[in-house]
């Protein structure tokens, strides 16, 4: 078929031939509000190729597939979001990450513990991947061997899918991994592959030499440069070489090759019909390699990730995208999408600043790095949000912008040195117990691992038994919930760090963990422990849990603290002390935060600036902020949301 300016009409008398009364109003509607994006992206990137007219309309026929096939459920919930396409900005949105075998030993028996998300107040879960896997070398579940099955002991597809549909009742929605960046040497194309076929071979970047690799290595940067330096791997069998920038036994696939996009689109909508409401975009600046470049962050990159945003609101809109874009600010916001194409890309996306910038106030009881940083990120479209966190199943990597750094007066490499020394406890007067997660020897720069609690002290002032250090620790751990769940965006807890949890060093018994310190905080989730937190409100486990529940209860009543709410950084005078105000329509709230362990002051003439009326009240404890002189007094640590009180 050659196509003309007729295309659409072309294409649909075409479907509608072969497939008769399956090409309904619903799937037409859909599809021809996407089709010009979807069909001129495809062809910007695979036009050179002679067939690439046949192979996009063999796409369109995939999409229709997915579409009849989609459970008749899935499709009332996908009407509705079409009617609601902001869903996402629900108050519910607070959402948990877990390991479905560390959180509850497979997959059925989350809805075992449903109750516990609902009374928590948690409304959607990240399940960390549950794909087959090699039993060795698999990168925490990220080097998948097959996304049609499930690591046995866990369950199965149809387990996960009863429960989503279950969960969706409760209205708890599920965001999984969605690795399309490379798969497991254990893959049944890699397989096929190294068997020396010829067209799985062209599934992944491989080469006979090593000419084209050093040219790619030459601008290349090291992911892993501890335990997989380079960004290639020889392969005996073949006498080839194949691109690995994660791990020797993640081949990076090759989207040059329309079979590539058409098989990974085919994968997507078949979890997306699984139930899936949000697909977490696993390492997506990384999917174009281009000589002479990073290869990261490529134009290609955008337009795919734009054709597989088309795809899925063909079949189920509503569906979500959220980008794994670790990377520059400037950078990550491209992921929302540009010019026409703002919402045609990612929904959400990581705050991964935020988060860095977070520990770096803590470390330095200094919000000022924390405060440029937060000042310079761009207004987002209201279409859109960040997913805000303090900690995740990554490690924490120190990526502050050195610009920023040198501007409030610190110098970059020192400074993350400190910062690495300071998590690592090594400088004087810690109190984190963290581990290192890839040193590179060549640039100095580290990475941390360990748990929230760990690292803001407690394990070490539990250790030490002293019960001053404790009451401080709690107070950090409690101070970062109270900026997590009070900043714009959607907030993402970590299991387990809602009691507190410490790390766990038992990963340093078992072979296939033991040189990768992340499994210091991918411990079980202890629900023993649980029931004795919830007995002993008390206790620092006890407070902090405690203070979880009320936190995600108040942002579930307050306009204010809506994703859509406006965010508003406030200079107080005071470079201990963070302050914001959010703001729906009228309503306001003012966020005060001492990240200093000393008591901390604010001259209240600041409030009138604001149009702010005092007196006010902390909703949190439910009471007036302790006033000196005309001077709001913040005690270590402490942070309160203040509202103006009612009757004023």
């Given amino acids: 078929m050659k196509y003309t300016q007729a295309t659409f009409g072309e294409i649909v008398e075409k479907l509608k031939k072969e497939f008769g009364e399956s090409v309904d109003e619903t799937f037409l509607l859909r599809f021809g509000l996407v089709f010009q994006d979807l069909f001129e992206n495809y062809r910007w990137i695979y036009g050179a190729n002679r067939e690439w007219q046949s192979q996009f309309y063999n796409l369109c026929i995939m999409l229709l597939n997915f579409y009849v096939s989609r459970n008749p459920l899935l499709k009332e919930i996908d009407k509705k979001r079409e009617r609601n396409p902001y869903w996402f900005f629900e108050r519910n949105m607070v959402g948990m990450i877990f390991y479905v075998d560390r959180w509850c030993g497979n997959i059925i028996n989350i809805l075992k513990h449903k109750d516990y998300l609902k009374d928590l107040g948690v409304g959607f879960i990240h399940i960390m991947p549950f794909f087959l896997a090699p039993e060795e070398e698999n990168d925490g579940g990220y080097a998948i061997a097959d996304y049609y099955q499930v690591i046995p002991g866990l369950g199965t597809m149809d387990d996960f899918s009863k429960v989503a549909l279950e969960l969706k009742q409760d209205n708890i929605y599920i965001m999984i991994d969605f690795v399309l960046n490379h798969t497991s040497n254990q893959h049944e194309w890699a397989k096929k592959a190294l068997e020396g076929d010829e067209y799985y071979q062209q599934f992944y970047y491989m080469f006979p030499d090593r000419t084209i690799p050093s040219l790619f290595e030459k601008t290349m940067p090291e992911i892993f440069p501890e335990t997989s330096p380079g960004n290639f791997t020889y392969l005996p069998e073949i006498q080839k070489w194949v691109m690995t920038i994660f791990h020797s036994y993640q081949w990076d696939l090759n989207y040059t090759n329309p079979n590539v996009l058409r098989e990974m689109t085919g994968i997507m909508l078949y979890l997306v019909n699984l139930g899936v409401d949000i697909l977490r975009l696993d390492a997506i600046p990384y999917l174009w390699k281009r000589i002479g470049t990073s290869c990261q962050n490529e134009p290609e990159v955008h337009k795919i990730t734009q054709i597989l945003k088309a795809c899925v609101s063909i079949v189920a809109p509503g569906v979500l995208f959220l980008a794994e874009a670790i990377v520059q600010p400037l950078d990550i916001v491209k992921y929302f999408g540009e010019g026409h194409a703002i919402g045609k890309e990612c ?133 970062l919930f109270k900026i997590l769940l009070s900043f714009k965006g959607v907030p993402l807890l970590y299991y387990g760090d809602e009691i507190a949890t410490l790390n766990d060093y038992s990963f340093r018994e078992e072979k296939k963990y033991a040189n990768d310190t992340r499994w210091v905080h991918r411990g079980k989730f202890d629900w023993k422990k649980l029931q004795s937190v919830q007995k002993d409100p008390l206790s620092p486990e ?82 007036l902020p302790y006033i000196h002189d005309h001077k709001i007094v913040l005690g270590p640590y402490q942070c309160g949301w203040f509202k103006e009180c009612a009757d004023s």
């Fill in 347 to 479: 929904d959400l996306a990581y705050n991964a600043s935020l988060m860095v910038c977070l520990w770096d106030a803590l470390a330095t009881r200094n919000v000022k790095l924390l405060s440029k940083t937060v000042s310079k990120q761009p207004e987002l479209p209201s279409c859109v949000s960040w997913v805000n966190y303090i900690r995740c199943h990554d490690d924490i990597g120190l990526s502050f912008e050195d610009r920023d750094a040198m501007e409030v007066g610190y110098n970059p490499f020192a400074h993350r040195r400190f910062l690495a020394d300071f998590y690592l406890g090594n400088f004087p007067g810690s109190w984190a117990k963290g581990l290192p997660f890839m040193p590179n020897p060549r640039t100095g720069d580290v990475r941390i691992s360990g748990t929230l609690a760990s690292l803001a002290g407690l394990e070490k002032a539990l250790i030490e038994d002293d019960f001053e250090a404790i009451q401080k620790a709690t107070e950090r751990i409690k101070l």
């Fill in 542 to 623: 006890g407070q902090v849990f405690s203070l979880v529940k009320k936190l995600i209860s108040l942002r579930h009543r307050e306009k204010t603290l809506l994703p859509l709410g406006f965010l508003e950084l406030v200079d107080v005078g005071n470079e201990h002390i963070l302050a914001y105000v959010r703001t729906f329509k009228e309503d306001k709230m003012l966020v005060l935060a001492n990240f200093s362990d000393e008591t901390q002051i604010v001259d209240i003439a600041f409030l009138a600036r604001l149009d702010i009326v005092f007196p006010l009240v902390d909703i949190i404890e439910n009471k």
